[in-house]
């Protein structure tokens, strides 16, 4: 079965500084999804970023980005610029590749971690 | 396009009572996902719905149920409450079961 770990339940961050959030995996599969979700205080989940397994190259959308290790199974999150309006808190997310009979969108979940921004 | 959408948003019960969550997805969207956010479980997959058949469920007691209507709405029914069910309930749907999920904004259930 496939798990997620978040083994950093809760960062902070100053304001315009840079973090970065870790996620480890297990799978014996080639081919997945990696999600990173924002859950705000207003528990809206909010999708983030997204990573194909078969892409090498790290995804980026603006001023978040990952930095995708397949072979060590890591996937961690970098926020750059940091705002007050990322504090929130951060799920990573593992999906299978659709094939065969066993299509599924089931997403499976890391612990989270809480991010703070202080100003 | 308006978002994926949760009713009602909080709920109060008590034990023993039944519940029916709903969620309407993205227009367009076919497939629907549901999952029980709690404290001490995290997020945990309850079931996912595509053109009305369920295709997966997590691992739940059978006092969880749900079904998609032919519009893609969803509704997910809890009988028997306990207070272990108190939760968020999130229901993610996507334009097919590969494809991404985008939120509602949950159910806040409580079970007294």
């Known amino acids: 079965a496939q798990t997620v770990t978040q083994s950093q339940p809760e960062m902070s961050v100053q304001e315009a500084e840079t973090v970065t959030l870790s996620c480890t995996y297990d799978t014996s599969e080639s081919d997945y999804y990696l999600f990173w979700y924002k859950q705000p205080p207003s528990r809206q989940m909010i999708l983030v970023i997204r990573?194909?397994?078969?892409?090498?190259q790290n995804a980026t959308e603006n001023r978040f980005s990952v930095n995708f290790q397949k072979a060590a199974k890591s996937f961690s999150l970098k926020i750059s610029d940091s705002q007050l309006g990322d504090a929130a808190m951060y799920f990573c997310a593992y999906r299978r590749y659709p094939h065969g009979s066993s299509n599924t969108g089931k997403l499976i979940f890391g612990q989270g971690t809480t991010l703070q921004v202080k100003p | 396009k308006a978002g994926v959408t949760q009713t009602p948003r909080y709920l109060i019960k008590t034990r023993g009572q039944q519940v029916t969550l709903s969620c309407s997805p993205i227009s367009g969207h076919r497939s629907v996902s549901w999952y029980q956010q709690t404290p001490g479980q995290g997020l945990q997959f309850l079931f996912e719905?595509?053109?009305?058949?369920?295709?997966n469920k997590g691992n739940f007691p059978g006092r969880f149920s749900g079904r998609q209507f032919s519009n893609s709405r969803s509704e997910m029914n809890v009988s028997t409450l306990e207070l272990g069910d108190s939760a968020l309930y999130l229901c993610?749907?996507?334009?097919?079961?590969?494809?991404?999920?985008?939120f509602g904004p949950g159910t806040r259930l409580l079970v007294l």
């Open positions: 990573q194909e397994a078969y892409k090498q």
């Open positions: 719905y595509f053109s009305e058949t369920q295709r």
């Open positions: 993610a749907s996507s334009l097919a079961y590969q494809e991404t999920q985008y």
